[in-house]
T-cell receptor, first 111, second 112 residues
Framework: NAGVTQTPKFRVLKTGQSMTLLCAQD?????MYWYRQDPGMGLRLIHY???????AKGEVPDGYNVSRLKKQNFLLGLESAAPSQTSVYFC??????????FGEGSRLTVL | SQQGEEDPQALSIQEGENATMNCSYK?????LQWYRQNSGRGLVHLIL?????REKHSGRLRVTLDTSKKSSSLLITASRAADTASYFC????????????FGTGTRLTVIP
């Protein structure tokens, strides 16, 4: 019954460090997304995937990489974290009728 | 921008009152969706209305869509304290995977 699970939920990094956020879904959906949410700016799409082995850039992809090696997992990586990447990150998967199911979010602070 | 824009940015009402939030957008859409986000949580899908529909109901929620004015409204009737949350509209503007654009949300506070 988990739906979309994100790990970790909280993380603090120093500038220049790297990390990976993991998103796992148990609903067998093809399309998966990574968004970031910042105050006053709504949700902005970072990268997305239309299926296993595929990824594509969204609105704000710079500084991030993604991989979709397995259908149920979508990883978001930061190779060299910057303070501008302090944000709340949300993973989502999309149903065939177009609705999104979201995870609970991962709060990242870059010092 | 292809984002929807919600209005008002913040709304405070008494429990039992109705809450109305509006969303305006700029481009043609396939559908428009409303989501709720409780503080510190993920977004939850509430309702989807297609471009050929004018009104849709789900429990205490009523959504209208006016494609000629490029606007939608979300009405929550008989509000409860548990309805306190941020509400976002999302416009589905084209076919394909990268097609959903979110607004900045309306923050609703329901006072018990």
């Amino acid at each position: 019954n988990a739906g979309v699970t994100q790990t970790p939920k909280f993380r603090v990094l120093k500038t220049g460090q790297s990390m990976t956020l993991l998103c796992a879904q148990d609903m067998n959906h093809e399309y998966m997304y990574w968004y970031r949410q910042d105050p006053g700016m709504g949700l902005r799409l970072i990268h997305y995937s239309v299926g296993e082995g595929t990824t594509a850039k969204g609105e704000v992809p710079d500084g991030y990489n993604v991989s979709r090696l397995k259908k149920q997992n979508f990883l978001l990586g930061l190779e060299s974290a910057a303070p501008s990447q302090t944000s709340v990150y949300f993973c989502a998967c999309r149903t065939r009728t177009g609705e999104l199911f979201f995870g609970e979010g991962s709060r990242l602070t870059v010092l | 921008s292809q984002q929807g824009e919600e209005d008002p940015q913040a709304l405070s009402i008494q429990e039992g009152e109705n809450a109305t939030m509006n969303c305006s957008y700029k481009t043609s859409i396939n559908n428009l969706q409303w989501y709720r986000q409780n503080s510190g949580r993920g977004l939850v899908h509430l309702i989807l209305i297609r471009s050929n529909e004018r009104e849709k109901h789900s429990g205490r929620l009523r959504v209208t869509l006016d494609t000629s004015k490029k606007s939608s409204s979300l009405l929550i009737t008989a509000s409860r304290a548990a309805d306190t949350a941020s509400y976002f509209c999302a416009t589905d503007v084209r076919t394909g995977a990268n097609n959903l654009f979110f607004g900045t949300g309306t923050r609703l506070t329901v006072i018990p």
